[in-house]
């Protein structure tokens, strides 16, 4: 089972990327499906979640009206569209799927039971 995220790399800040996350191994249709990132010297962050019926979507105050999570059941993938880029979102980017995800553990960690190896985004100004 595996989660493979890319779509990361260099841009100049206001920008747009676009996050990709393929799981394998199973589905991850009925998932809760997240993205974090962590910062150099910093500490895991919450970013957004869907959950397996869209458009129930959550996210970080930090985020809000610029990153929009959306996924493809069919491709057993999530995406983040990332928008407004700016240098303090740099950070590697982690996707997440969480069997059992419920409201009061969407935004942490331990929510989630699979996790993707990571794609950095570095900002420029």
């Known amino acids: 089972v595996q989660l493979q995220a890319s779509g990361g790399g260099l841009v100049q800040a206001g920008n747009s990327l676009r996050l990709s996350c393929v799981g394998s191994g199973r589905t991850f249709s009925s998932d809760t499906m997240g993205w974090f990132r962590q910062a150099p010297g910093k500490e895991r962050e919450f970013l957004a979640a869907?959950?397996?019926?869209?458009?129930?979507?959550y996210y970080s105050d930090s985020v809000k009206g610029r990153f929009t999570i959306s996924r493809d059941n069919a491709k057993n993938t999530v995406y983040l569209q990332m928008n407004s880029l700016g240098p303090d979102d740099t950070a590697v980017y982690y996707c997440?799927?969480?069997?059992?995800?419920?409201?009061?553990?969407?935004?942490?960690?331990?929510?989630?039971?699979?996790w993707g190896q990571g794609t950095l985004v570095t900002v420029s100004s």
């Open positions: 869907i959950f397996r019926r869209g458009p129930n979507t």
């Open positions: 997440a799927a969480g069997t059992r995800t419920i409201l009061s553990t969407v935004r942490r960690e331990n929510g989630y039971n699979y």
